[in-house]
Every structure is written in structure tokens, then in C-alpha cells.
């Protein structure tokens, strides 16, 4: 099924997030928007979604010289790609970038991962780095480095991750070792990094997090290096990609298992302070978190669509009201009710990147130093819910959409089996949805005295106030500020813990219902008003409703949560 970018749900969610927040995002004109879009899902639909299907059943592989190939069409269409400048759209403008706002980089970083995922994914991590280095190193790095990672000439990764530490950065054992020449000697092994090595850039920047010997135990004693495979005389880093990880899908990207320092370290450049690393790493960390909600966002759009064409052209059976005549199974019942729940998911998700992006350029471009501080606050509580709800959903819409197509969605010719696999990586890297949700009730919800909660929660309460059959809303929002002042009462606590998640879902509804009925009132009278009207309606009613309920039940099932039956 080709891709069909949805320019009119993302303009509708760009002037919703502006609007819900009284804030302005951009200064483009709404046509500079529509003309980047369109051009920007040209792209996408034309010259990536063919990739799709031929890097799942063509992955990247790694040869016995070293090599890593990426697979056919990749590379090219990712030099195309840079040439066509989508590489340096937010990048900083003294190093050639176009320094547009986030919020139209998140509305294209949807289009490039409903076209494949698994070729975004290299972008994705280089838009990372690019950030981390402008807001940490030294001038030194950024003249050296940024103006190759903007042009997109060179790619850049994230090394976090080792074989006996994942989320427990604690634990990590790389080593860094001075030179005496402002350099380091890193050693150490890496793993699951994406686009850790490939075909496709001349260059790749790792910034990776060592400790020096000398540094305290823990995160308190962790640096972040830029260790480059290309060093700056040209010659070839101490560095290599061991293996790649045979994954269950976005089998187009090579995830790297990494090796530094066989032959006495590779070469590496300090970013920030020593034993500051995670500082700097989290720069780069909160700007993946939103683009991976981003990419849950795409992948659920995709299976959306592809649900809705297979039910418009599948028939089979008779649905009420047909007179005992087969019809197409879009007519049936339950299966409009999936429909609707994948467009309404899909819509809200969408709703809560876009909402976390403008408030992210409300943090940059506001007016007053006071208005700057608020909405980055309100950022910092929007990109977990962004994150986490958005690639939750990614998982049971394209689940959703397996269903629809019955036996045909559980082979792989439809290639809605496809968008599930790749789907299951999302809620669990870049800081799984559990960790997301620990970070919401012990340190988030805490901003400012708890007062950037109460004033999300106060929009909430106001526009869904005003929605038609606005009762079970306004008691959901109720609910949540009590489930909220209980949790900020207790941080960190064991029943605080039990119920983070739960509570970070019902947050996200809560927040993404309210904005999905403001859009509803923008869309009166334009080409999207049933549409919209519709989602606000069904989403509030059974979505809000019923994730608030499932966090105030959980709280009764907490206490089991520290029984010994679980040993």
C-alpha cells in the first residue's frame, strides 16, 4: 500500500498545540509550512516508503573485512535525502542549518518513519548529537564537526549502552584515560548502536560515555566523549562494529555492537566537564525522547491507513442494515470500533509530540525570560507523556491493524506484520516507558512546586469544560490531580512506583483529550470538522475515561507488587 502523508492532521495538530498553549511556535507563514510539507512528504512517499519492504527482507550486514552494508537504495537515497537539505532543517544557522522550528521537524520526522523506519533511524540520532555538541563542546568540536553533521555529510551515534549495563548507567565500565595532549584514550565495548557503523556517510561521530580512572563511582562519575571513526588527519580511528544484532524488526538499520581501543585506545575529545557526561547526554537523550514519540506516532499513522484500505475493500459477510448482501468489512461494527480506536490513538499521540515541540520552541523563542522558563517546565513534563504514550500506542495500533486484515495481516505480504515488529523496539529504547514513568512522578510532576502540573491540568480542565458531555472529562481531570498530589506526597516510594505507569498513561490522555477537542473547535467549518469532531468525541469518552480508571484501580493492586509470590 503506497503512503499517503496526512498534511491535514498535522497542520491541524501543529495550530492546536500554538493555540492550547497561547503560544507561537515559528515564525513561518502557514503557507511556508504547507510548501515544506508537501514537499517534505513528496520525498518521503516517492523516494523512502519504497525502501521499506527491501530493507526488512534485506537487512544491513557486516562482511569479515569490517565492512557494514546497508541495504539497496540506502545509501543513495540518504545522500539524495541531504542534498535535498532535510538533514540541516533545525540545524544552527552559523553552521549552515535552516534553524527552523522543532515542531516542523517533528511533523517531517513523522513522514520519514511512516516511509521506513528503519532508514530514520540514522537521521534520528545524528539531530542528537548535532544538539549535544552545540550546547556542550567546545568551540574547537563544534567548527570541526558541526558543519559535516548538519549537511548530514557525516552521521552521528549514541553509545550508552554495555553487555552488563543497560538502564543502569551506574554500572558502565568504558574506560577514558588522559593524554596529556587535551585528548583521551577510550576503551571499552558498546552495544546496541544504531547506525554504529554503515555504508552510507564517509564519517561517523560517536559520543560515547567513558569513566576516567580517577573519576567517583556511579553517574556522578561518568564523561561524554566525541570519538569520531575518522580522525581529523584522515586516518582510521581505533575503533570497530563486532557484530550486528539479528533484531525481530527495523532490520534495515545496523544496531552495532562496538569495540574502542584493541590497539591502545581510540582517540576521543571531552564534551563538557569530566565526570559531567550525563549532563550533556541527557541534551541529546530528551531530543531523541520526542522523536522516538514521534516515530510511535508514524508508524501508528501507517497502519492506520493501511487498516482503512484493506477494510474499504475487503468484503466479507453481511453488516446490519445491509439487507443479508456481502459488504466491505469497514460496514461491521466491530470492526469501524478498531478503526476508530487506531485514528483516535493515533490522532492523540500525534497531539502530544506536536504539544511537546511547540512548547519546546516556546522555551527558545518566547518573549520574556519567564515565559522561556514556563514552557521549557512544561516540556519537561510533556516529552516523557509524548514519549511514552506514543509508542505504546504504536504497539497496539499496529497490533489493531493485524487484526483488521485477519489471516492477512499475520502473513507478511500485506506488510502491516512489518509495521508491528518494528513497532516493539519503541517503548523500550531511549529510556524504557517504565523509566519514563519513574522520571514523571519523582522528579517531573515535582517542577516548581507542582505548580507546571496544576497549570496543565487547568487548560485541561478549561477547554474540555466547554466540550459537549463534558462530565465523566471533568472528573477524569479530578481524579488525576488527586492520583498526582498523592504521588508528589510520596516519591519515590514503593505504591508511588507501583502505579507510575498507569498514572503516566492516564496523564497522557488527560492532556491529549483536551487537545484533541480544541482541535475539534479549530476544525469547525474546514475539511476535517467531522474528523476531528469525531475523534474528540470518541477518544474523551472511552480513551480519557477509561486510563484514569485503570490508574485510580491500580492503586488497590499496588501492595501485590511487593509480595514475595514474584521471586
Given amino acids: 500500500m503506497t503512503y499517503n502523508p496526512p498534511i491535514p492532521q498535522i497542520l491541524l495538530a501543529m495550530q492546536t498545540a500554538d493555540r492550547f498553549a497561547a503560544t507561537q511556535s515559528g515564525d513561518l507563514s502557514p503557507e511556508d509550512v504547507q510548501a515544506i510539507l508537501s514537499e517534505a512528504g513528496r520525498f518521503a512517499s516517492e523516494r523512502i516508503a519504497p525502501l521499506n519492504p527491501v530493507g526488512d527482507r534485506t537487512p544491513s550486514t557486516l562482511d569479515e573485512s569490517g565492512k557494514v552494508t546497508t541495504p539497496p537504495g540506502w545509501r543513495e537515497t540518504y545522500q539524495a535525502w541531504c542534498e535535498a537539505g532535510w538533514n540541516s532543517l533545525t540545524g544552527p544557522t552559523e553552521y549552515c542549518g535552516q534553524g527552523l522550528p522543532i515542531s516542523l521537524a517533528v511533523a517531517c520526522t513523522e513522514f520519514w518513519n511512516s516511509s521506513a523506519m528503519a532508514f530514520a533511524l540514522c537521521p534520528l540520532l545524528t539531530a542528537g548529537a548535532i544538539e549535544a555538541i552545540y550546547e556542550h563542546a567546545s568551540q574547537e568540536l563544534k ?29 558502565l565500565r568504558c574506560k577514558a584515560k588522559r593524554t596529556g595532549d587535551g585528548s583521551y ?17 564517509p564519517n561517523i561521530v560517536h559520543l560515547v560515555l567513558a569513566r576516567l580512572e580517577d573519576a567517583p563511582a556511579g553517574t556522578r562519575g561518568i564523561s561524554l566523549f566525541l570519538v569520531p571513526k575518522i580522525l581529523p588527519d584522515g586516518s582510521h580511528n581505533d575503533l570497530r562494529c563486532l557484530s550486528l544484532e539479528h533484531k525481530l524488526g527495523i532490520r534495515g538499520s545496523p544496531t552495532c555492537a562496538m569495540a574502542y581501543g584493541d590497539n591502545g585506545g581510540a582517540r576521543g575529545w571531552l564534551i563538557g566537564e569530566e565526570n559531567r557526561g550525563l549532563n550533556c547526554m541527557f541534551t541529546m537523550m530528551n531530543n531523541a525522547r520526542l522523536l522516538v514519540g514521534t516515530q510511535g506516532v508514524a508508524l501508528a499513522e501507517r497502519a492506520t491507513q493501511a487498516a482503512f484500505a484493506y477494510a474499504r475493500e475487503r468484503v466479507q459477510g453481511s453488516a446490519p442494515g445491509r439487507d443479508g448482501t456481502t459488504s466491505p468489512i469497514i460496514h461491521h461494527p466491530d470492526v469501524r470500533r478498531m478503526l476508530l480506536e487506531m485514528r483516535t490513538r493515533t490522532a492523540a499521540a500525534r ?41 505504546d500506542i504504536a504497539v497496539e495500533v499496529t497490533s489493531t491493524a493485524i487484526q483488521v486484515h485477519g489471516g492477512m495481516g499475520y502473513v507478511e505480504e500485506t506488510g502491516v506484520a512489518q509495521y508491528y515488529r518494528d513497532a516493539r523496539i519503541l517503548p523500550i529504547y531511549e529510556g524504557t516507558n517504565g523509566i519514563q514513568a519513574i522520571d514523571l512522578v519523582t522528579r517531573k510532576l515535582l517542577l516548581g512546586g507542582g505548580e507546571t502540573l496544576s497549570q496543565i491540568l487547568e487548560s485541561c480542565r478549561r477547554t474540555l469544560s466547554a466540550f459537549e458531555s463534558c462530565l465523566p472529562a ?76 485503570a490508574a485510580k484501580a491500580s492503586l488497590s493492586g499496588a501492595d501485590a507488587t511487593g509480595s514475595d509470590g514474584l521471586e
Fill in 351 to 391: 497531539m502530544l509530540c506536536m504539544a511537546t515541540a511547540s512548547a519546546l520552541d516556546s522555551s527558545v523563542n518566547a518573549q520574556t525570560e519567564k515565559e522561556r522558563h514556563r514552557a521549557y517546565a512544561r516540556a519537561s513534563i510533556l516529552t516523557p507523556l509524548a514519549k511514552a504514550y506514543s509508542t
Fill in 185 to 201: 584514550r577510550i576503551t571499552g565495548n558498546k552495544i546496541f548502536i544504531t547506525y554504529g557503523d554503515h555504508d552510507c556517510s
Fill in 143 to 171: 567548527d570541526r564537526y558541526l558543519p559535516k553533521l548538519v549537511s548530514g555529510e557525516w552521521t552521528g551515534t549514541m553509545n550508552l549502552t554495555e553487555p552488563q549495563a543497560g538502564s543502569d548507567l551506574s554500572n
Fill in 474 to 549: 471533568m472528573q477524569a481531570v479530578a481524579d488525576t490531580e488527586d492520583l498526582a498530589k498523592m504521588l508528589c506526597d510520596a516519591p519515590g516510594g514503593s505504591l508511588s512506583l507501583a502505579v507510575a505507569v498507569p498514572f503516566q498513561r492516564a496523564l497522557a490522555n488527560v492532556v491529549a483529550g483536551a487537545h484533541l477537542a480544541e482541535a475539534a473547535a479549530l476544525a469547525r467549518g474546514g475539511a476535517l470538522e467531522t474528523e476531528a469532531a469525531v475523534n474528540a468525541r470518541f477518544f474523551i469518552a472511552v480513551e480519557l475515561v477509561s486510563a484514569v480508571a
